[in-house]
């Protein structure tokens, strides 16, 4: 039950898009399509953005959207709002019946 | 909306019960989670419950940790022995949505230290 790999950190401007990866293995996202990303701001319950590799939950702004190549799952956060500024988790099913997050990656707004 | 109670502080080895009441859908047709997030880390799936009673847990809680559900009490519980510090986080119970957690509570605070 290794954790997926996510960067720590990204940043970008008012405006701008910035793309979260998430690698695993073949015994999860490479596997399956339950990969999944949460976003959460310290203090509030975490909230699911992308379910199924890229679909979006009703609410949840088209700014959001999900992709998965292979072993490597991202997030694309196009027009950067300030309030987009928290930490993202990546999720996903696993071979043994389990769920794996990733480590989080804390996006700043510039 | 699901709402956890039964958080506390306690000593290792001792145990807890944390409970989860779901109320706006049918509790019955969903599997059940319980993630849970350590202070100043990342998230880290607990243990899963589904619709048919089966169960899947977290390699470090096995054994020690028990969910369960009561599909008339439209509540799922975990129960908790032998806790270690490594235990101390926010626990969050969530509504599947196609393999994610669709839903969350707002979280019950589990402290282990002596």
């Known amino acids: 039950q290794s954790a997926l790999t996510q960067p720590a950190s990204v940043s970008g401007s008012p405006g701008q898009s910035i793309t979260i990866s998430c690698t695993g293995t073949d015994s999860d996202v490479g596997r399956y399509k339950y990969v999944s990303w949460y976003q959460h701001h310290p203090g509030k319950a975490p909230k699911l953005i992308i379910y199924?590799?890229?679909d979006r939950p009703s609410g949840v702004s088209i700014r959001f959207s999900g992709s998965k190549s292979g072993n490597t799952a991202s997030l694309t956060i196009s027009g950067l709002q300030a309030e987009d500024e928290a930490d993202y988790f990546c999720s996903s099913y696993t071979r043994s019946n389990t769920w794996v997050f990733g480590g989080g990656t804390k996006l700043t707004v510039l | 909306q699901l709402v956890e109670s039964g958080g506390g502080l306690v000593q290792p080895g001792e145990s807890l019960r944390l409970s989860c009441e779901a109320s706006g859908f049918t509790f019955s047709r969903y599997d059940m989670h319980w993630v849970r997030k350590p202070l100043g880390r990342g998230l880290e799936w607990v243990s899963t419950i589904g619709a048919a009673d089966d169960a899947y847990y977290l390699d470090s809680v096995k054994g020690r940790f028990t969910i369960s559900r009561e599909n008339g009490m439209d509540s799922i519980y975990l129960q908790m022995n032998s806790l270690m510090p490594g235990d101390t986080a926010v626990y969050y119970c969530g509504r599947d949505v196609e393999g994610a957690f669709g839903f969350w509570g707002q979280g019950t605070m589990v402290t282990v230290s002596s």
């Open positions: 199924a590799v890229s």
